[in-house]
Every structure is written in C-alpha cells, then in structure tokens.
C-alpha cells in the first residue's frame, strides 16, 4: 500500500507528539498541594543551600538545577545569604524561559525592618523575576528573635506589607533548631507555610529513668511539636534536613530517609544535591514513593534518635547554611 508524502508527514507527526507526551509523562514526579496556599508541587524539591554551592563553576550550578526541572522538580528554595546572594543568581539563570512551571521560594535572613525590602528587591534581581512565590523569615532561633521579629515595623510586619504589593505570593518561616519557638511563631501568626527540620533522628524521647539521653540534653521536636500546627493552620508543610546533613547517611539508606520525612503530612522535601548523579537518584527515588508504615517509621526513629538525636540537637542549635 502506497502512503502519500501528506499521509507521512502527519503520521510523523502524531508520533513524534506522542514520544513527546509519553516525554513529558515520564518527567513528571509525584505533587502535593501546598497547604492554604493551593499551589500543586513535586515532593521533592532542589535546595540552594551549601550543597549547591558546591557546585563551584557556575555553569555546573546552572546545569544541575536546570537538570532539576527537566526531571520534573517544580520547587526551588534558596536565600539571599546562600553565597551572599549566589545561590539566587545561578538559578535566576536556570530559571531564564521556564519561571511559570516552577514554584520559587528564597529567604530573609536580615532581622531589621528597614532593611528588609532592599534585601528582597535585591532577591528579585538576582532571580530575575518580578514576584516571588513564597519568602520565609530564615532560621528562626529562640524567643528573642522571634521577638524581634515581632516587633513593630520589624520583618515581619514588613514582608507582610510586601505581600500586598505583590512582591510575594505568600509567607513563611523556617527553624531547625528550637521546636518550641517555631510552634509559638506559627500559633500566633498566619504565615502561608512554614519549613522545619523534619528527620527520623530527630524524634523526641523521654529522658529520666527511661531515658535514652539526659535530659539537660533533651530536646523535643518539630515533628512533635510544630508540625501538628502547621497541619491545623493549613500550612503548607516543607520538609529540611532529611539527611542532617549527611550524618544519617550510612545509618539508614537514603531511600528510607527521604520516604521517612515524605511520610509525614509535608508537601514536599527539600533536599541539597551538590552532583548530577544525586539529583537523578533522588527523583527516581520519589517516583517510586510509597508511604512507609507507622510501626516501620518508629522502629527507624528509635534507633536513629538513640544513637543521634543529641549531637544532632546541639549541631542544629548552632548550624547555619550559607
């Protein structure tokens, strides 16, 4: 049977429209909403922290968060104290053509009012974007930052203003150190979402003659403290140090890790990938997510809080990421 160049060109045509859409199917990782904010993004999403200034040629950096999106990760967190504002103008560079199909997100390190909208103006020129999707309040500490915070005409106050001239869409903030303040910031303010150190060695414990860890030592945690919160206010949930910044790496696999704070009721993780082969891991890893167990998440929270929640607490009380 004889086939016309007409009838050719459109079979190729259908089937090269169909290898892209089967294309498109296989990129695509598995969503979430993002709490009030209603934004739908993938599980997994690429930190601009210390682990992407790893990358130290710009060109890799721009490649592995352009790697990212192709794979279909739609959340990028950075801040504008990543690399002194680095961080934000390599992805700004990745972001060129494709800012629609990604929910982005930095952070406000800066703790005094006045300065806060030059900071973030500087944000957006270094993303090249004219509005932010999310802005947090970086690494709230303990209750004397979170006064100042608080304060009339501090940060607060002042990115609250900024979300009404349309600088962001939403606000948040993030802690990974004291559970205790994080869960009185977000009780007593309606931010949009919030990101807190959520990991399987970070579960509480009781001390006393029980105990697993002194109790001067004792601290409880996000996931028991902070989290409930944010899941009663509807935020949407961001999970951070899933791997503590590699310390759990070795203890458990990766896998059960990443599926561990995946479990929680968060929308998505962020994760610091310093080389490709990470970032293509890590995606095939949340494609083939399935919640784990209850009885199997607290079995790998005991033993892994045991053996490291209290180095853990002390390094995350002093830890910064820039």
């Not at 029980?210 to 999970?239: C, D, Q, W, Y």
């Amino acid at each position: 049977m004889s086939v016309s160049r007409r009838e050719f060109l459109e079979t190729a045509a259908l089937g090269s429209l169909a290898a892209g859409t089967l294309a498109a199917a296989e990129s695509k990782l598995p969503t979430r909403i993002l709490g009030r904010t209603g934004a739908r993004v993938s599980i997994l999403a690429m930190g601009g922290g210390s682990r992407f200034l790893m990358y130290k040629e710009e060109d890799k950096a721009v490649e592995a968060a352009s790697r990212a999106l192709d794979l279909g990760i739609s959340y990028i967190d950075t801040s504008d104290d990543y690399g002194r504002g680095l961080s934000e103008q390599r992805i700004g560079k990745a972001l060129r053509g494709r800012r629609k199909s990604v929910f982005l997100a930095t952070k406000l390190s800066n703790r005094n009012g006045d300065e806060a909208e030059r900071i973030v103006e500087a944000s957006l020129k270094n993303l090249q974007v004219d509005q932010l999707d999310l802005i947090h309040i970086h690494s709230l500490t303990d209750p004397e930052d979170l006064a100042r915070i608080e304060a009339k005409g501090g940060v607060l106050e002042r990115l609250q203003k900024m979300r009404d001239r349309k600088m962001t869409r939403f606000l948040g903030i993030t802690s990974h150190s004291d559970p205790e303040v994080l869960r009185t910031a977000l009780e007593r303010h309606e931010f949009d979402c919030t990101q807190m150190a959520l990991n399987a060695a970070l579960v509480g414990m009781k001390g006393g003659a029980h105990g697993m860890v002194p109790n001067e030592a004792m601290k409880t945690s996000f996931e028991a403290l902070a989290l409930p919160v944010a899941v009663r206010k509807k935020m949407g949930i961001i999970a951070m140090k899933v791997f503590a910044q590699e310390a759990l790496l070795g203890q458990a696999t990766p896998q059960k890790l990443l599926y561990y704070s995946l479990s929680l009721p968060v929308t998505t993780a962020v994760v610091g990938m310093p080389k490709l082969e990470h970032i293509e891991e890590n995606v095939r890893l949340v494609k083939a997510f399935k919640p784990l167990p209850k009885s199997e998440m607290k079995q790998l929270s005991s033993v892994l809080a045991a053996r490291n929640k209290v180095a853990l607490d002390r390094f995350f009380s002093r830890h910064v990421d820039s």
